[in-house]
């Protein structure tokens, strides 16, 4: 079991509470103004970035992620992949322990870790080492439970956030699909810019936003790189890009952006963004 690690800092650490809180993020005044379905299936989608700050910056932003996911078909599989902040563990992990929230245990698709592994050929290890201490990952799966509580995940760690790594780990979970013949959504978590004045966090997480929206993983990358965008889970969300436009993904589109300013004034500030990707999952 990998047990909760910032429970009662980023988000609640009492069921009842948390639940409250997330349909509160969901009706707030950034939030999307309703509430989650079942995956309904009445929208083609593939995936979303969604942030990983605390709930009360940047849960609300987070939840326009989750609500556009859940009028999608319902996944077998949900894999999330968030970067790597404590420096521990391998530079690409995944894991088979089962993740614990106070919502309950999220299980993991421990057949579906298996063959990323396999597939992966030594670039991505089983290595819970990388997860134990990690919020990127856990922030994401209370809204996931809420939705559904019984959606398998699979969790996926990135230290290593080169072009080549994200392409790699695409390539590993498209062939799992295929050889699993699993219907997934992919959340890539990431914050954008970090503590730097609001107009220059939207004038910079723009540039990136374009990219996402091109669904240009590569240019994406030199973005980044290039303006300096303090954008912490480019790995993630180049990984979303790649695996989405091997599943027939056709487009991508900003639901909500905004800052910790727009939540509690303040001269620097981090930019979230919650991006919606679009395609057929079932095309070959």
């Known amino acids: ?24 993020l969901y ?12 995956f309904s299936g009445e929208k083609d989608i593939f995936g979303a970035v969604s942030p990983h700050a605390g709930y009360i910056f940047s849960g609300q932003v987070a939840a ?14 949900i894999v999330i992949i968030g970067p790597n902040h404590s420096g521990m563990g391998s530079p690409v992990s995944v894991t088979q322990h089962d993740y614990l929230t106070p919502l309950g245990v999220a299980p993991t698709d421990k057949e579906m870790v298996r063959s990323v592994l396999k597939h992966g050929k030594g670039a991505i290890s089983d290595d819970v ?29 990135m230290m290593d956030q080169r072009f080549e790594s994200a392409v790699a ?25 970090h503590y730097v004045p609001p107009h220059v966090a939207k004038e910079k997480d723009t540039l990136a936003i374009e990219k996402i929206e091109q669904l ?24 979303l890009l790649e695996t989405a436009k091997k599943k027939g993904g056709t487009s991508a589109k900003l639901l909500k ?3 910790s300013g ?23």
């Open 1 to 24: 079991m990998r047990y909760p690690a910032v429970a009662g800092q980023f988000y609640p650490s009492d069921a009842e509470e948390l639940k409250k809180t997330i349909k509160k």
């Open 27 to 38: 009706l707030g005044p950034l939030g999307p103004g309703l509430l989650p379905f079942n």
């Open 64 to 77: 326009h992620s989750y609500l556009e996911l859940s009028r999608g078909t319902r996944p077998d599989t």
């Open 129 to 157: 080492s990388a997860h134990r201490y990690e919020h990127s990952v856990e922030v994401q799966v209370p809204f996931i439970q809420d939705i559904d509580l019984e959606v398998n995940i699979v969790p996926v760690v």
């Open 169 to 193: 780990l695409a390539d590993a979970i498209d062939s799992a699909v295929k050889e699993l013949d699993r219907h997934i959504m992919v959340v890539a978590s990431t914050d954008f810019s």
């Open 216 to 239: 240009d993983a590569r240019g994406l990358y030199s973005t980044v790189k290039r303006y300096g965008i303090g954008m912490c889970g480019y790995g993630p969300v180049m990984t």
């Open 257 to 259: 952006y905004a800052t």
């Open 262 to 284: 727009d939540i509690q004034p303040m001269d620097e500030v981090v930019g979230y963004s919650a991006i919606a990707a679009y395609g057929d999952y079932n095309r070959d």
